[in-house]
């Protein structure tokens, strides 16, 4: 194959890699806006707990890397419905400002608590064998067919539970009407919270894989990750789940496209603008539905 | 005994010597105590830092509670304020030789801000809510990444070395206008047009509410003196970088907008100065410095379990604070409501004529 094409695929794989974790954090955004229209924005947080989970699970607990993903993922859910209790569910009838800061709020403290608690950044043990086959140029590392396979499984598994089973049905249901729901003897705390762990599990799977991927890990990882996962599940349309894998593919590809031709400085840049265009443009997303509203 | 104090205090809020008297005293306390050394400079530095807070607290309310929309770009028309006045005031204008030359470098970062408020407030013709926040975080991310990406002014690394201009009668002067400039606003024919696009904005618009007009000022009140608190700040500190504006100093105004109270001037005046207050006293050194009177026995076990931790858990005390205030305080210590000095005196009139009717029981 002639190089260029050899940089292309090699790009394409990059982008496949990063889209996935957005992607696999962009469902939890998307999952809670559609049942609660609220945005979470302690959910990049979340997702850095699941990356320290699995720093712990490998070197304390030392552990090999299914159990620590599933026990990252046990975790981060854990987490998650926690969240929701404490500080989401007293404020579900609260003006919505009330939640967007108590959210914020809620990312700031796991920031800071986990930053007294590891003042300093941790390096991830290599819990993977990393083998890197050449094909044809083209070099593709063991971890990124896992990484990309793994999010792909995730995303079908969600896709079907969302869309197949009854739990699936309830959490449609919620998003759709919240008045008449609980009527139909459905009941709504328990799938939020359901909502709530699928989302932080998938986030912590995430985490999983990111301090894989970047084996250098910090309390204030979550942010920025965080930030362009939830671009993403705007630029797909927010509380669509299909959109919002759609989406991150779109930004991972679009960054790494960025920091392939310019200087990876831009990245951020690039990113934001290209959701504020959006929001201007189409705020609904790529297959979200215009929100019409009446008066 | 309340009841006659009260009166002889409406009867003090009544009288016009009041307010001109209160400023000098103001003024004359913020030349004397630099000029005196009245107070210990650390005191000094925080009172700056509690006045440039005020202004910050006071402008984000505007837009936060007044006009009930969610920015969070607050830090970002800080950093424009305060690279455009520290770029003046290191590249540009002769400040060596003319320091009186400062005030025009801050208005300067006040007006920069003011027209990238403009940018923001376009936005917010057609999205709202949620979105608009969203729109907002954008804006922060943008500025910090332009700011990063210029050489120039030092990119990532910043600008250090900028001299120490600001003093405080500039911060006192700059508080004054802030609050004056936003109660008037809010006490104006735009300011109940924003108090009816934050209760319905259809609404306002059917009742010839120039909604566009009125969230243009807004915005640009707002950015303007966000502008000029990171000019003052800039002067400050000395030293400005990209990750001193980012979502995380965003936070803390919001803090103090929330704690103090939506809608009301007085409560961020008392949330800014509080916040800053209770985050100084959390240092290491100013709780050992309090703390310092108690026995050994009781102070080293302190200090060693439990003060000298203090740096970094005074950050996990501070959004836990916020959570707290929001789930059991959700109107903040003074949300929509004002002190009785701040509301003008037709206002306090007619809400006084008001509260006697409603004692007598006509409607």
Request: hydrophobic share 55%.
């Amino acid at each position: 194959m002639s190089d260029g094409i050899v940089y292309w695929l090699q790009q394409i794989l990059n982008a496949l890699q990063l889209g996935s974790i957005y992607a696999l954090i962009a469902l939890g955004y998307t999952m809670v806006y559609g049942i609660l229209t609220m945005i979470n924005f302690a959910h990049g947080d979340v997702f850095m707990i699941g990356a320290f989970f699995c720093f712990l699970a490998a070197t304390a607990l030392g552990l090999s890397f299914a159990p620590t993903l599933l026990l990252t993922m046990l975790g981060a859910a854990l987490l998650g419905v926690v969240i929701e209790r404490l500080a989401y569910k007293p404020l579900r009838n609260a003006p919505r400002v009330s939640a967007i800061i108590t959210a914020l709020g809620v990312g700031l403290f796991l920031e800071n608590f986990t930053l007294a608690l590891a003042p300093y950044p941790k390096h991830i043990p290599p819990l993977l064998e990393n083998v890197t086959w050449n094909l044809g140029g083209v070099s593709v590392s063991s971890l990124q067919v896992i990484i990309i396979f793994l999010s792909l499984g995730l995303m079908i598994v969600l896709d079907y539970v969302v869309h197949r089973t009854p739990v699936g049905m309830a959490m449609r249901a919620i998003s759709w009407d919240k008045t008449f729901v609980p009527l139909m003897g459905i009941p709504v705390n328990l799938i939020i919270s359901i909502t709530f762990a699928i989302g932080a599990g998938l986030a912590g799977a995430a985490g999983t894989m990111y301090a894989l991927a970047y084996p250098v890990i910090d309390p204030y990882m979550g942010i920025m990750v965080g930030w362009k996962a939830f671009i993403s599940a705007v630029v797909g349309g927010i509380g669509n789940i299909r959109g919002a894998m759609i989406g991150a593919f779109i930004l991972g590809g679009v960054e790494i496209m960025v920091a392939a031709f310019f200087p990876s400085t831009y990245r951020d840049f690039v990113a934001f603008t290209l959701l504020l265009l959006l929001i201007v443009i189409r705020p609904y997303g790529i297959l979200g539905q215009p929100r019409i509203q009446k008066v | 005994m309340s009841a006659m104090l009260r009166n002889h205090w409406d009867g003090l809020l009544e009288q016009r010597w009041l307010l001109p008297v209160l400023l000098a005293i103001g003024f004359v306390l913020a030349f004397a105590i630099p000029e005196y050394n009245l107070l210990n400079k650390y005191v000094q530095l925080v009172l700056m830092y509690v006045g440039i807070n005020i202004i910050l607290a006071v402008s984000l309310n505007l837009v936060n509670g007044y006009m009930g929309e969610f920015s969070l770009a607050h830090a970002g028309f800080m950093a424009v304020g305060a690279y455009t006045a520290a770029l003046l005031t290191m590249k540009v204008l002769p400040i060596a030789a003319y320091p009186g030359l400062f005030p025009l470098a801050v208005l300067a970062g006040g007006l920069a801000a003011a027209f990238m408020g403009l940018i923001v407030a376009v936005p917010s013709f057609k999205v709202r809510g949620d979105y608009l926040a969203i729109i907002t975080l954008a804006f922060l991310m943008i500025v910090k990444s332009v700011i990063e990406n210029i050489d120039y002014i030092g990119g990532p690394r910043g600008i250090p070395g900028i001299k120490r201009l600001t003093t405080l009668p500039w911060v006192f002067f700059w508080v004054v206008v802030s609050v004056w400039a936003v109660r008037n606003f809010v006490y104006s024919k735009y300011g109940r047009g924003v108090l009816s696009i934050r209760e319905d904005e259809i609404a306002s618009d059917l009742m010839s509410v120039n909604t566009r007009r009125v969230k243009f000022l807004a915005f640009m009140t707002s950015s303007f003196f966000a502008g000029i608190a990171g000019a003052l700040f800039a002067h400050l500190l000395q030293f400005i970088s990209p990750r001193v504006f980012d979502i995380i100093k965003t936070t803390d105004i919001l803090i103090m907008v929330y704690l103090g109270g939506i809608a009301s001037i007085g409560g961020s005046i008392l949330g800014a100065t509080l916040y800053t207050g209770l985050m100084e006293i959390l240092r290491p050194s100013t709780v050992a410095g309090l703390l310092s009177w108690l026995p050994e026995m009781i102070f080293d076990p302190l200090n060693e379990y439990f003060i000298r931790h203090l740096g970094v858990w005074r950050m996990v005390i501070m959004p836990l604070l916020l959570v707290l205030v929001m789930l059991y305080w959700p109107r903040g210590m003074m949300g929509l409501r004002e002190f009785r000095g701040f509301i003008p005196r037709r206002d306090r009139e007619a809400h006084h004529r008001l509260k006697t009717l409603e004692k007598q029981g006509t409607p």
